[in-house]
T-cell receptor, first 111, second 114 residues
Framework: GDSVTQMEGPVTLSEEAFLTINCTYTATGYPSLFWYVQYPGEGLQLLLKATKADDKGSNKGFEATYRKETTSFHLEKGSVQVSDSAVYFCALPGGYNKLIFGAGTRLAVHP | DAMVIQNPRYQVTQFGKPVTLSCSQT?????MYWYQQKSSQAPKLLFH???????NEADTPDNFQSRRPNTSFCFLDIRSPGLGDAAMYLC?????????????FGPGTRLLVL
C-alpha cells in the first residue's frame, strides 16, 4: 500500500544552519504531497504542498520539490531560526479523503 | 478568518467517566476528521464524516463514538476513558472534492485521564 518514510529525528541545529529533512514515498499514480508542521502544543498546519511532478512548494523560506524519479519530497530551508523548532510531517493522500503521514521529524534549533 | 475551533483546549476527566470533545468549523467543508495523537507521534485517524456519512477506521475502539449534527459541528464521545486514552485529540476538515486537498486542523484538545 501507499506509505511515507521520513528521516528519524530529532534534528538539532544551530540558528542559521541549513536544514534538510528527507521524505520518500510509495504510491500508485501521482498524488499530491504535503509537508505539515506542528509547533509545541498546537495542531498541525500546512507548511507547503506540491500537486505534480517537478512542482516546488514553498512557504516561510521552506522548499520541497516533488521528485517522481526518486519518489522523494525532501524539505529544505537555507537558514533556520529558533522559531522553526517544531515537528514536521510529510504526508500524501491515502484514498477516501484520508492522509498517510510519515512518523514525523522533530527539529530543535538553538541560538 | 475561516477556521477550525476545538473546545476545550484542555480536558481533565476521571477514569471511566464519559467525556465529549467539540469541534466546529467555519470553512463549510464537507469532511470532518478526528485524530488521536500521542507524544508527537503521527496523528492516528479515528474516523471521519463525509457530510453525514460516518466512516470508522477498522482499529478504532468501540469506546470512541462521534456525532455530526450539522455541517459546522462534530463531537467526539469517549464512553469510558481509560488511562491509555490520554492524548491530544485533533479535529480536521477538508473540502472532500477530489481526495487530494489540504486538511485544516484545529489546535487540538489535550485529554488527561485521572
Amino acid at each position: 500500500g501507499d506509505s511515507v518514510t521520513q528521516m528519524e529525528g530529532p534534528v538539532t541545529l544551530s540558528e542559521e544552519a541549513f536544514l534538510t529533512i528527507n521524505c520518500t514515498y510509495t504510491a500508485t499514480g501521482y498524488p499530491s504531497l504535503f509537508w505539515y508542521v506542528q509547533y509545541p502544543g498546537e495542531g498541525l498546519q500546512l507548511l507547503l504542498k506540491a500537486t505534480k511532478a517537478d512542482d516546488k512548494g514553498s512557504n516561510k523560506g521552506f522548499e520541497a520539490t516533488y521528485r517522481k524519479e526518486t519518489t522523494s519530497f525532501h524539505l529544505e530551508k537555507g537558514s533556520v531560526q529558533v522559531s522553526d523548532s517544531a515537528v514536521y510531517f510529510c504526508a500524501l493522500p491515502g484514498g477516501y479523503n484520508k492522509l498517510i503521514f510519515g512518523a514525523g521529524t522533530r527539529l530543535a534549533v538553538h541560538p | 478568518d475561516a477556521m477550525v475551533i476545538q473546545n476545550p483546549r484542555y480536558q481533565v476527566t476521571q477514569f471511566g467517566k464519559p467525556v465529549t470533545l467539540s469541534c466546529s468549523q467555519t470553512l463549510n467543508h464537507n469532511v470532518m476528521y478526528w485524530y488521536q495523537q500521542k507524544s508527537s507521534q503521527a496523528p492516528k485517524l479515528l474516523f471521519h464524516y463525509y457530510d453525514k456519512d460516518f466512516n470508522n477506521e477498522a482499529d478504532t475502539p468501540d469506546n470512541f463514538q462521534s456525532r455530526r449534527p450539522n455541517t459546522s459541528f462534530c463531537f467526539l464521545d469517549i464512553r469510558s476513558p481509560g488511562l491509555g486514552d490520554a492524548a491530544m485529540y485533533l479535529c480536521a476538515t477538508s473540502r472532500g472534492e477530489d481526495g487530494q486537498e489540504t486538511q485544516y486542523f484545529g489546535p487540538g484538545t489535550r485529554l488527561l485521564v485521572l
